[in-house]
């Protein structure tokens, strides 16, 4: 056969799976030179100076499976009908497939390949001419240090390409470390607006008028914290270059009117008591709590810190409660509704015996009828107020409807009290107090007394001290008394400090009872009916005839009736 018909057989460098383990002559591993045991090897390689000889010792082999063999073992140019020949007709005899040319007997070519971004270099192993030697470790490594690789060399995975003779293949033999970049900022909302709290359904009874569709925070709160961005961790490339992380991104705080941070700038914090909401996409603490229907159980009880305003009813059983004023468009039912402000009712009141409504201010509705209704300062009824206990410390005022008139029930105020008409043509028990109400005189009754009783345990307690300061003095306190002293000293502080709000109290009472002695008066514009009981400064009146544009006045101790300029 020609020499013509050499072929070049690098188009192979991916194959030497099946020849890893193969003999080859003149190189036997220590391995097979220890034990007779090893398995024949299916092809065998030798050369004299006539040319290199291949030697079938297998019954069974491919064509590709001895090409992948002879790139293995750096034959590259040989005649590939003499190796079909040698297959097809499964000769076992050496045959010659190649001759001997220095130039086609190459040494081991080490090739390698970094990666883009300088984390990873591979290493591929051009094979030598069966006879030339494999490459060193040291070879290995002296063609990493010529790419300039310092860092990451992975000395396992060399050894594994040195001991396997790995050809052609591409190992990855050095690795970088990458960097880690930062983590952005995460914001946790610890109070969601969107979230209203649940009812514990699984509780033994279960009250669903609790339930709140709004959330509501007190100043102080903490609404949202940050987890700060991170700077990331820098890598290191396999040329030993440090590769800096991209760091995280801070998130902004969503914070709109009523939040403040804290001073690390990580809490979002109520800065006012309020409802919690979104607008514009921001957070904000509203001081108005805005009802837009009835309060009833889409809604449920309402306890605030600020002014609440309702644009439908309160329906029976439900509770209001708010530190600002208070703002009711329609009625309130059986329902109770407290204010540390002042109360509007635009309706009214039907409260079928169960309303309560109080305020520290004043308190203006439409109507009353069947509710117990409490104010600190005055009330105004535009229409009626039927058959309910009403109190006010300065007046009550029922004026502006077509009879504005007070019919049953009890009516108590501080200063005044004025209507258009008062009791019924019917002579429904009806009872107007005017002047200091008898609560407060009982009050200032029992305020009296405990002020006398601790002045005279402060005035036992001084005697005593005294008595054991001289002692003291004369050097004849022993230890027992020392002890009974500071017990008494003490008891005195305690004395003092109680009697301070009792005095307060006292003393807001009598003023109160001061401006009522001036000016308690009951004024009807229109009739004031048989039936009606009126009570000036703890002195009773009964109506026992019409009266009409009358004032009821007190006069050298007793109640008269004056006309209503008067």
């Given at each position: ?24 002559s003149g190189q036997q591993s220590d ?104 490459p060193t470790k040291k070879d290995i ?426």
């Amino acid at each position: 056969m020609p020499e013509e018909a050499l072929k070049t057989a690098d188009s192979a460098a991916s194959a030497q799976q099946e020849s890893e383990s193969w003999q080859v002559s003149g190189q036997q591993s220590d391995e097979q030179t220890q034990s007779d045991q090893q398995p024949t090897q299916p092809l065998k390689l030798s050369a004299d100076s006539s040319g290199v000889y291949l030697t079938l010792q297998a019954a069974e082999i491919t064509l590709p499976a001895v090409a992948r063999f002879l790139f293995a073992n750096g034959v590259r140019k040989y005649n590939e009908k003499a190796v079909e020949e040698i297959v097809r007709n499964r000769i076992h005899t050496p045959q010659r497939i190649a001759e001997r040319n220095a130039a086609n007997e190459k040494d081991a070519v080490i090739s390698t390949q970094l990666a883009k971004d300088n984390l990873s270099v591979t290493l591929a192993i051009d094979p030598p001419f069966f006879e030339k030697p494999w490459p060193t470790k040291k070879d290995i490594k002296a063609a990493l240090d010529f790419k300039n690789v310092v860092f990451g060399i992975d000395e396992d995975a060399i050894d594994e390409v040195l001991k396997l003779k790995l050809a052609g293949d591409s190992v990855v033999v050095a690795r970088g470390l990458p960097p880690v970049n930062g983590e952005h900022a995460k914001i946790e909302l610890l109070v969601d607006p969107d979230k209203p709290p649940e009812v514990d359904e699984e509780a033994d009874v279960v009250d669903h008028r609790s339930r709140s569709s709004f959330v509501l925070v007190s100043k102080g709160d903490k609404v949202a914290v940050k987890t700060p961005a991170t700077p990331g961790t820098s890598g290191k490339s396999i040329i030993g270059v440090e590769i800096p992380p991209v760091p995280g991104k801070d998130v902004p705080f969503p914070i709109g009117s009523g939040l403040e941070l804290s001073e690390d700038g990580l809490t979002l914090i109520a800065s006012i008591d309020g409802r919690l909401s979104k607008k514009d996409n921001k957070l904000v603490v509203l001081p108005e709590l805005d009802v837009h229907g009835d309060v009833d159980f889409g809604v449920g009880n309402i306890d605030f810190q600020g002014t609440v305003k309702i644009r439908g009813s309160v329906r029976e059983g439900f509770v209001v409660i708010a530190s600002g004023d208070v703002e009711i468009y329609e009625v309130v039912e059986g329902a109770r509704v407290e204010s540390k402000g002042n109360i509007i009712v635009r309706g009214g009141v039907r409260g079928t015996g169960k309303a309560l409504i109080t305020a520290n201010g004043s308190i203006k509705m439409g109507f009353v009828d069947q509710a117990s209704i409490r104010s600190r300062g005055s009330i105004s009824v535009k229409n009626a107020i039927l058959h309910s206990d009403v109190m006010a410390e300065e007046n009550v005022v029922v004026s502006g409807g077509q009879r504005s008139q007070i019919a049953g029930g009890k009516i108590q105020a501080g200063r005044a009290v004025m209507c258009q008409t008062l009791g019924s043509e019917m002579g429904t028990k009806t009872e107007v107090v005017v002047g200091l109400p008898p609560e407060q005189a009982e009050r200032r009754k029992e305020l009296q007394n405990l002020i006398a009783e601790n002045r005279a345990e402060l005035v036992k307690a001084d005697s005593n001290i005294e008595y054991l300061k001289k002692l003291d003095e004369a050097g004849k306190l022993d230890d027992d008394k020392r002890i009974l002293m500071a017990k008494l000293t003490q008891a005195k502080f305690k004395i003092q400090a109680a009697m301070g709000p009792m005095k307060a109290e006292l003393n807001d009472i009598d003023d109160r009872l001061d401006l009522a002695k001036a000016s308690g008066v009951v004024k009807v514009k229109g009739v004031c009916y048989p039936g009606v009981s009126i009570n000036i400064r703890g002195v009773n009146y009964v109506v026992r005839e019409p009266f009409k544009y009358a004032a009821f006045v007190f006069e050298d101790g007793d109640v008269k009736v004056r006309s209503y300029d008067f």
